[in-house]
């Protein structure tokens, strides 16, 4: 039998607690889960630790797809019991019994049987995943890896930046440039903006001139802080202003844009998901770079038409996380020039894979540059050592 007509004969839904995905799930003495500006820092009790509010409730969630041949696909995501719940209960009948070929129609079928509740967030991160599991099966199918499926490659290595507390660390290591979470926000007044500019005045002393430097404000802020903390930050030649405010609140990443300094770039969007919500940052908000992840804008499916609408506008993307899943896309799009890398180090001192230990082959990149695998799919295999809790079908949670 040919590749027509090949069949998809099940589904599986998994939750992975401990990392993989879910990169927030980390102990306490990580550095992405301490004290970094983010929507609760207004409120004293949840603002030294991120885990305080539950940033890692959610846990990771794997979808694996099987063809009547017995080959399979995975992907990844975060998501964790509920979006498996969904998977198994609403979103597998568009899956099992179709054509693996038919990954548009699945997808379609997916989004509009959930438009009622769904559209963002959990219901989009279920379907990212098994977007990916669709795309990693039709790959191991055609035995080509999904870079090939995608029209091929448009620069043989990809070139990273580095996402965590230490560009300092990050430079020695090959990258070619840093992206520093915010530490304080709007509620620590004047003293804690002056010790957010200290931090990238000393990490600019440490890296020059030549080597990037952004912020990362994980939707934390408020306009006026937001303003401030650019016009103080030009001054020590920031690269971009990320993800400042309530992905809700188009109206604030538009104005910061209008008053952005020269240079500067305005981005967004890891939160954001569809071609509607990226529609409107292009479009209405003119965001210079978008980030949409994954595995949660809607999948490879929706980033295709994402990323195409951002190359008509002439803006970049340069996507959110993701690893392997962004890297297939990244390697086939001229405008995604960079790379996203999360020091997943406790310290970020040194590169580490960032779904461990879910992926045993995970590539990474090594002094900061990475060529994608020919192997088939993702060209990656699921850890099954790992613990794996399987959600079933009619499981009430
Ligand atoms: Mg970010």
Excluded at 76 to 105: C, Q
Excluded at 153 to 173: I, N, Q, S
Excluded at 240 to 257: A, H, I, V
Aim: glycine share 10%.
């Amino acid at each position: 039998m040919g590749l027509m007509g090949r069949k998809i004969k099940a589904i599986r839904a998994y939750v992975v607690e401990g990392g993989g995905a879910d990169y927030h799930d980390q102990s306490a003495d990580h550095w992405i889960v301490k004290q970094i500006a983010t929507p609760m820092s207004i409120y004293p009790e949840y603002k030294a630790t991120r885990t305080s509010f539950g940033i890692n409730a959610l846990k990771t969630l794997v979808v694996e797809v099987e063809a009547d041949n017995g080959v399979t696909g995975f992907g990844i995501t975060t998501g964790g019991y509920p979006a498996a719940w969904l998977v198994m209960n609403h979103l597998d009948r568009f899956v099992v019994g179709k054509d693996a070929n038919s990954i548009e129609i699945i997808w379609d079928q997916m989004y509009r049987a959930s438009l009622y509740y769904g559209r963002k967030g959990i219901v989009m991160n279920a379907i990212s995943a098994i977007d990916l599991a669709l795309w990693d099966l039709l790959g191991r199918l055609r035995e080509e890896p999904v870079y090939a499926m995608l029209g091929g490659k448009v620069r043989e290595e990809l070139t990273f930046y580095a996402t965590g507390p230490r560009p300092d660390l990050a430079k020695g290591m090959g990258f070619v440039g840093g992206k520093i979470p915010l530490v304080y926000g709007q509620a620590d007044g004047n003293e804690g903006l002056r010790k957010n500019i200290e931090t990238l005045k000393t990490m600019r002393e440490r890296v020059g001139d030549d080597f990037l430097l952004m912020w990362d404000c994980w939707m934390a802020l408020d306009l006026p802080y937001a303003k401030k903390l650019m016009t103080e930050s030009a001054e020590y030649g920031l690269q971009w202003m990320e993800e400042c405010f309530n992905p809700d609140d188009y109206w604030s990443y538009r104005d910061l844009k209008k008053c952005a300094p020269n240079k500067m770039w305005v981005t967004g969007g890891e939160h954001e998901a569809s071609r509607y919500g990226f529609r409107a940052l292009i479009e209405e908000c003119d965001l210079d770079v978008i980030q949409p992840d994954v595995g949660w804008c809607g999948g490879l499916t929706e980033l295709i038409k994402i990323g195409n609408l951002a190359d008509a506008h002439g803006k970049l993307v340069i996507p959110h996380g993701s690893g392997v899943y962004s890297y297939h896309y990244v390697t086939t799009k001229v405008n995604s020039p960079i790379t996203e890398c999360l020091m997943m180090a406790p310290q970020a001192d040194k590169v580490v894979p960032q779904y461990y230990p879910l992926i045993k082959d995970e590539p990474m990149p090594v002094n900061g540059k990475l060529k994608v695998s020919d192997k088939p799919g993702f060209g990656v295999e699921l850890n099954k050592d790992k613990t794996l809790v399987e959600v079933k079908k009619g499981t009430h949670l």
